[in-house]
């Protein structure tokens, strides 16, 4: 059978081998120019040209002799470097600010989280906190002689991802907010993305998480709100618009509660930490302004201090049996092998878990439930921004002409 010819001009050609061979190096680990040759089928005057070009931009290094037990001298082993490649994740959250920084080999540079009430800040208020964070994130990664290429921000919320705006993001009250465009200045020259933080955690749970590697699954954020990312067959599903995976505004009890999206019933006014927040301590629910800021670990310090007190032994037993009854949903849509739970739901997991799997068991096609499983994701609440971080890392080794030659 022939192979349909495709017209590419040389550049073309050229950054699609200059990404094998660093792609080939990240995912395979140290190799010599003859063995990476051999391994991708490059002339070995073609590796060493672009190999030659790799090291020009501060993507590869040579690391010394390798030897393999051949007999005749060793080649000299290459390896990913990207030392002074920066990659920048943030998350901009109802209670939270939060940065990830990693090198392009993936060493964590920055890993830090704000507290920060961008539930009630408003709009211009909580754009000028995240540029702040941005702007401290991108100076001290100057500092240590790293230049950022580039950063995305997640969000939760429907994101138009061409344009960096997001179209509304309920929890905090955003609507047509352009994002990339008001952390410009805190930036310059630097390329800024948007994406929806469940999307970005789920690529950041396939790639490094508990779950890595499995082609097909599930991640649920446990924030204020919930949002889900869909792994299917090693791709993020994003929907026609990309906004596939609002699995928090799925109504699940039409004569429940009012969600933020303005509906009833949705399933995070059932399982959100809102909901839970607002049923074990509904003196300090969210939204209310009494002048003490939480972070949403010392919101869960609290619930787990009250373990053992009835009412929030049944509420939290609720949020398990609502999370099973909408996982059995997910698993009949999409027929993951694994739902990881984030945030939250991984905090209080040894709670939730028996009750939402023996739930999922009971509603979901018997087929598809024995064989998928609910675990714990290990990123805690900087999933999102990880992932983040990642997509720019992604975005390098899918064209290393991005990186300017030095």
Request: glycine content about 14%.
């Amino acid at each position: 059978m022939l192979q349909q010819r495709l017209p590419a001009d040389q550049a073309s050609v050229r950054r699609s081998n200059l990404s094998l061979v660093l792609r080939h190096l990240s995912e395979n680990g140290a190799r010599s120019r003859a063995v990476v040759a051999v391994e991708t089928g490059l002339s070995k005057t073609t590796v060493t040209s672009l190999v030659g070009e790799l090291q020009a931009r501060g993507l590869v290094r040579e690391i010394g002799p390798q030897h393999a037990g051949a007999v005749g001298r060793p080649g000299l082993a290459l390896a990913l470097d990207g030392s002074r490649v920066g990659a920048l994740g943030l998350e901009v959250n109802v209670d939270y600010i939060a940065a990830f920084a990693t090198d392009l080999a993936g060493r964590v540079l920055i890993d830090r989280r704000v507290t920060f009430d961008a539930m009630g800040s408003g709009v211009e208020r909580s754009l000028g906190e995240l540029a702040a964070v941005t702007r401290r994130a991108v100076t001290e990664l100057g500092a240590t002689g790293v230049t950022v290429a580039g950063i995305t921000v997640a969000v939760p919320g429907l994101i138009d991802a061409h344009s960096g705006v997001v179209d509304v993001a309920p929890n905090l009250g955003w609507h047509r907010t352009p994002v990339a465009v008001r952390l410009t200045d805190a930036a310059p020259g630097v390329p800024i993305a948007v994406g929806n933080d469940a999307n970005l955690a789920a690529l950041a749970e396939y790639t490094s998480g508990v779950a890595a590697g499995t082609a097909d699954l599930v991640y649920l954020t446990g924030e204020v709100g919930v949002g889900g990312g869909v792994i299917s067959g090693g791709r993020l599903l994003e929907g026609a618009d990309g906004f596939a995976g609002e699995m928090g505004h799925v109504m699940v009890d039409p004569s429940g509660e009012r969600c933020g999206c303005g509906r009833i019933g949705c399933w995070e006014t059932k399982v959100g930490l809102a909901a839970l927040v607002r049923t074990v301590t509904p003196e300090h629910p969210y939204g209310l302004r009494d002048g003490v800021l939480r972070d949403p670990e010392e919101r869960l310090a609290q619930i787990e201090q009250a373990i053992g007190d009835p009412l929030v032994d049944q509420a939290i037993a609720t949020v398990g049996r609502w999370l099973g009854r909408g996982a059995a949903t997910l698993v009949n849509l999409f027929n993951p092998r694994v739902i990881v739970f984030g945030g939250y739901f991984a905090r209080l997991a040894g709670r939730l878990i028996p009750l939402a799997q023996a739930e999922l068991e009971r509603l979901a096609m018997a087929g598809s439930a024995r064989r998928c499983t609910i675990v714990a994701s290990g990123l805690g609440f900087g999933a999102a921004s990880r992932g983040g971080a990642g997509t720019v890392v992604e975005r390098i080794l899918s064209d290393p002409t991005l990186i300017q030659i030095r």
